[in-house]
Nanobody
């Protein structure tokens, strides 16, 4: 079965960095685009970044452009989100997502808290 397992979240001060990882299994990872979403308390889940097969196309939310970098390692079935210059408004649960034909799968999420 499809599994997405995120890790790397935590508490960080404003201006700090974190790298999130999402390890995928149960499907041919290299064949599918992957995305990172986040959901802050009281807000809707929003797209943070996405990467297509082989990294051919990458997109970012305007709020994270220039600070976050999405990447993938098909040999490790892993997608990463490098987050630099973190701000308090980046505080959220971060989720990994994949869409396989008509089915959408989510990881369990990893909490990122940016606070002094």
């Amino acid at each position: 079965q499809v599994q997405l397992v995120e890790s790397g979240g935590g508490l960080v001060q404003p201006g700090g960095s974190l790298r999130l990882s999402c390890v995928a299994s149960g499907f041919t990872f290299s064949m599918y685009a992957m995305s990172w979403y986040r959901q802050a308390p009281g807000k809707e889940r929003e797209l943070v970044a996405s990467i297509t097969r082989a990294g051919a196309r990458i997109n970012y939310a305007d709020s994270v452009k220039g600070r976050f970098t999405i990447s993938r390692d098909d040999g490790k079935n892993t997608v990463y989100l490098q987050m630099n210059s973190l701000k308090p408004e980046d505080t959220a649960v971060y989720y990994c997502r994949v869409v396989l034909v008509t089915m959408t799968y989510w990881g369990q999420g990893t909490q990122v808290t940016v606070s002094s």
